[in-house]
């Protein structure tokens, strides 16, 4: 029999990556259907196999377009769901689905659901960070995931599916990504493009204030690989009290280092004129499309340990900030 898996945010990094990762393991011994709901068909063409079948017209704002996102859920043995964490709407019609589907057959459906750590993020004034209130968050406590707030960033998404996981309605599993590097096709992590084009605004890499406050990032082929040991292990016998969260970080940096680690290279390719990277005052900035991201990471501070993953044996093994710097961030953002 056929599992049939359907992928929200096909089109994006992501969800493109997993769905060209799903449909070229060689030890896969499964029959796949795999459904990508999209908002432009024209667009998934170009990026998505031709194997992949094609739903038109994803709107996670419209009530209508929320009913069939729970309508195609409810046909599937996986969901996918990469389409927009902040939002809990879409992961609300996802779970409303696959329960329809639990009542309706009893067969448990599954999710994978990328979140990200920024639920974690940990006061810092503008580049200095509070000793006080630095705190380490373990994917393998309960007591931090306790903490992952309901009302904001990720956290009501995540909250949704480990309260249906606990309710036994669904087999779920989130994946928190630290900041996605690296590149897929023509595409980069969310955060690549308005750092890069911060610093085209400035003329050269900065950071906030002393630059102390801490950045953790994952290489995408190091998050894909993390994927397919939780889809693996979603597909051995059922276990209601293996792990459901798991953190997914490689590197950490402070934002001064971030920013002296790529200064070279973005300079050398012409991307700022400086060498050197400067450090600037919260007055200074501005309101340009880069500036609030720059905000929210000059008042932020991230401290997790992964220690579910380490559980299931991933060796990140992707190119480090530098490397992925030069290969395939820079070509990308340069349409090389």
């Not at 007055?283 to 401290?303: L, R």
């Amino acid at each position: 029999m056929a599992t049939s898996v359907l992928v929200l945010g096909a089109t994006g990094m992501v969800g493109g990556a997993f769905i060209h990762r799903l449909l070229s393991r060689s030890d896969s011994r499964e029959v796949l259907q795999v459904t990508a709901f999209v908002r432009s068909s024209s667009k998934a063409q170009k990026s998505l196999p031709p194997s992949v079948t094609l739903v038109e017209g994803l709107d996670i704002e419209s009530a209508s377009g929320l009913a069939r996102i729970e309508e195609l859920s409810a046909h599937a043995d996986l969901v996918f769901d990469a389409v927009k964490s902040p939002d809990p709407n879409p992961t609300r019609a996802v779970i409303a689905g696959l329960a329809k589907r639990f009542s309706e057959t009893g067969k448990l459906g599954k999710i994978i659901h990328i979140s990200g750590t920024f639920s974690f993020l940990t006061p810092a004034s503008h580049g200095t960070v509070d000793e006080d209130k630095r705190k380490e968050f373990d994917d393998s406590k309960a007591e931090d995931l306790a903490l992952i707030p309901r009302d904001r960033s990720n956290g009501p998404a995540d909250h949704l599916i480990l309260d249906a996981v606990a309710a036994g309605t669904v087999d779920g599993y989130i994946v928190c990504p630290a900041g996605i590097y690296g590149a897929f096709g023509s595409q980069l992590g969310g955060w690549i493009v308005p750092y890069f084009a911060y610093a085209q605004q400035k003329r050269a890499l900065v950071y906030p204030g002393e630059g102390a406050n801490q950045f953790e990032l994952v290489h995408i082929n190091d998050l894909i690989d993390l994927i397919f040991k939780i889809y693996d292990l979603a597909y051995t016998t059922f276990n209601p009290q293996r792990a459901r969260y798991y953190i997914a970080s490689v590197h950490r940096y402070t934002s001064k280092q971030l920013a002296e680690l790529a200064a070279p290279a973005l300079f050398h390719a012409g991307i700022v004129p400086s060498l050197e990277p400067k450090s600037i005052r919260v007055d200074e900035i501005g309101n340009s499309p880069a500036d609030p991201f720059f905000a929210f990471v000059a008042n932020g501070n991230m401290n997790t340990v992964a220690n579910n993953a380490k559980m299931l044996e991933w060796e990140p093994k992707g190119l480090n900030w530098q490397d992925a710097l030069e290969k395939e961030m820079i070509p990308v953002f340069k349409g090389e």
